[in-house]
């Protein structure tokens, strides 16, 4: 299986890889080429020119300060899986990553990638939706930050342009309320990629729901938050709150019609996991709180 | 540009080669410089049999183009064989009756190998789940997970011996 016949160029910097790309409608960035090499095999995808930037090291690494924490595009899933602190502060970021295939596609696939693909199966859009993340982006007039509710548009739709690089997400610190949150899926059983995946994060303080992020892959077209499990939670006690209530009404802003429906699983069918996986999901938030929080 | 001169180091010797923008790692690796460790199974990134290190990490080497690994260290199973003595993991494969038909224990040994890097003392669901990304059709698995807790024991006594020298 050979991808058809296209150029290749290894883009130094964002500003080399931008000027490949101009005026070049057949070109085409890859990362970590997990999606794209797949998709070139089976012809499903035949760029004219691929712009490799894969080596460019401004694009990779994570880094905290006061209020956010940025994680660069070419971060690869395996160094985002692998990293104490997220799995502290930003624990739905890291279990999504962690979740992603098998180890080989986590060490190569990347998170700018995955988030640029807009797959309605990748496991990261529900992360980086309930993680509030703003998507930045690089073009000819220069950076883009885009909110990420305003990212993900339909199936391997999204904001990004066609001339525009993503260089990276930024994640908001919360400053007194504990962070947590979690991430499961159904996989399919075949591909490894999600039927459903929720992600959750919650702010909470002194045993109150504070604000509630809750998104979901598999289920529509694209990435969606749940908000009416999110109005469902907010200023609720942990000790009162029936998850199983909060999540039954996981489906009900969804446009039946958008909904995924393929020969792996029917839309009634993943309406019906959507609901399971929240509570799921949630649970595990809080066990995840519990569980780091000092014991007397 | 659809061929490029590149520079690749396979298990410790320097090469320079000319590849086409879409020819596959593996296929450089099999057919251009003749190392014929990562097998090809499936071609499409399931099987886990072309698995081989590039620059350290466990990647599938038919989800690579040979043109994107210009510069990097590869590693095949092949680094293996040059030895005098079987590697641990080698060992414990045969000792465990870890393989058969043996097609996919290339990729299997790679993976392994950088399981116990990370973790020298895995239990049975992590090297189950480092293991998600290979498929065998002959073993059934459980030889192959008990080959690698062996293996991960002998190593450890050998790291533990030398720490003591
Ligand atoms: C066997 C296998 C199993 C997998 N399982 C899962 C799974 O369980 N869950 C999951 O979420 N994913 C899964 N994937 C997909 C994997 O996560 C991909 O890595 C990811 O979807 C794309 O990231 P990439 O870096 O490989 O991007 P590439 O394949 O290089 O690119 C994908 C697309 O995004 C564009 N692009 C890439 N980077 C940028 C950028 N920085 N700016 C603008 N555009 C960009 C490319 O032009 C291309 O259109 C799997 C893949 C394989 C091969
Ligand atoms: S041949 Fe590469 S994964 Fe099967
Ligand atoms: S031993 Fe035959 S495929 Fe694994």
Redesign the pocket.
């Known amino acids: 299986m050979y991808p058809s016949e296209f150029d290749y160029e290894r883009a130094e910097t964002v500003d080399h890889a931008l000027e490949l790309l101009s005026g070049d409608p057949e070109a ?12 070139m095999k089976s012809g499903l ?1 035949n ?1 004219g020119t691929l712009v490799d ?2 080596e460019i090291d401004e ?1 990779t690494g994570i880094e905290w300060d006061d209020d956010t924490v940025s994680v660069g ?2 971060t690869t ?1 395996a160094t985002i899986a692998d990293d104490d602190e997220l799995w502290d502060e930003l624990p739905v970021l890291a279990e ?1 990553a962690h ?4 180890i ?2 986590r060490n ?7 988030v ?2 807009g ?1 309605p ?4 859009p529900a992360a980086v939706l309930a993680a509030d993340a703003t998507v930045v ?1 690089q073009g000819p007039d220069g950076e883009r930050r885009i909110d990420v509710d305003d990212f993900f548009l339909g199936m ?1 739709a999204t904001e ?1 342009g066609e001339d ?4 990276g997400l930024e994640f908001p610190r919360s400053e007194n309320a504990t962070t947590t949150g979690a991430y499961v ?1 159904k ?1 399919s059983p075949s ?4 039927l459903v995946g929720v992600a959750v994060s919650l702010e909470v303080d002194d045993g109150r729901i504070e604000s509630a992020r809750v998104a979901a892959n598999g289920i529509m077209d694209h990435g969606v938050r749940l908000e009416p499990v999110e109005d469902g939670l907010v200023g609720e006690s942990l000790d009162d709150v029936s998850f199983e209530d909060v999540a039954a009404v996981a489906d009900e802003d969804l446009e039946e019609f958008m909904m995924m429906d393929d020969i792996q699983a029917s839309a009634e069918f993943r309406a019906q996991l959507l609901k399971v996986y929240t509570e799921e999901a949630l649970n595990d938030a809080v066990d995840r709180l519990d569980a780091s929080l000092p014991t007397a | 540009m659809t061929e490029h001169d590149i520079e690749i180091t396979v298990n410790g010797t320097d090469h320079e080669m000319t590849v086409d923008s879409r020819t596959l790692l593996v296929h450089a690796l099999r057919d251009q410089l003749g190392y014929t460790g990562p097998n090809v199974g499936c071609e ?3 099987c886990g049999a072309c698995t081989i290190h590039l620059d350290g990490e466990a990647v ?1 080497s038919c ?1 690579v183009l040979a043109v994107q690994a210009d510069g990097s260290d590869v590693t095949t199973v092949g680094d293996f064989a040059d030895r005098d003595s079987l590697h641990p993991i080698q060992e414990s494969f045969s000792e465990e009756h870890g393989l058969q038909c043996g097609y996919c224990t290339p990729g299997m040994i790679m993976t392994t190998s950088e399981l116990l890097e990370r973790n020298p003392d895995p239990n049975e669901e992590e090297i189950r789940e480092a293991l998600e ?1 290979n498929l065998c059709r002959c073993t059934g698995y459980q030889n192959i997970v008990k080959a690698v807790e062996s293996a991960a024991e002998k190593m450890r006594t050998t790291a533990t011996a030398e720490g003591d020298d």
Do not use: F, W
Request: proline content about 5%.
């Open positions: 085409k960035i890859i990362s970590g080429g997990h999606s794209l090499i797949p998709m995808a760029p930037i894969g694009l595009a070419l899933y999504a979740e992603v295939g098998d080989q596609v190569r696939g990347t998170i700018g990638g995955n640029a693909h797959d199966a990748s496991d990261l982006v391997y990004l525009e690089i993503l260089t899926k996989p591909s490894g990629y999600a | 499409s990134s399931m599938k989800t990304g």
